[in-house]
């Protein structure tokens, strides 16, 4: 009896350790790992459609959210493009080149 009562609390503390230490920390590595969902690292890279356009400057819409963009390249409405910098709440973007057009 005094071994069966030895074994449990053993697997107990063992479970405890397993749930509360190994698990988070491992959970923490996988994590670390993604892309940041969040903050301007998410938007950096991705690719928005031009909806209003003048000179360098206009709107485009990026994740289902409209941003206001500037370029050095020319861009009209309905043009692909990447987003390359965040600058406050402004994005400068380039032309997307998709893999078709290489």
């Known amino acids: 009896m005094e ?6 609390v053993i697997c107990f503390i ?8 190994a698990f988070p920390l491992v959970w923490s590595l996988v994590r670390r790992k993604k892309k940041s969902s ?3 690292e998410r938007i950096l890279g991705e690719v928005g459609e ?4 003048d000179g360098k400057e206009g709107y485009l819409l990026v994740g289902g959210e409209l941003w206001k963009a500037f370029s ?3 861009l ?7 987003i390359q910098k ?3 709440l402004t994005l400068k973007v380039a032309p997307w080149i998709s ?3 290489r």
């Open 3 to 8: 071994t069966l009562i030895i074994v449990l």
């Open 14 to 21: 063992a479970y405890e350790f397993i749930e509360h230490v």
């Open 38 to 40: 969040s903050g301007p």
């Open 50 to 53: 031009v909806k209003k356009w």
């Open 72 to 74: 050095e390249f020319p």
């Open 76 to 82: 009209q409405a309905g043009d692909k493009v990447v």
């Open 86 to 88: 965040m600058e406050g």
């Open 99 to 101: 893999n078709e057009d």
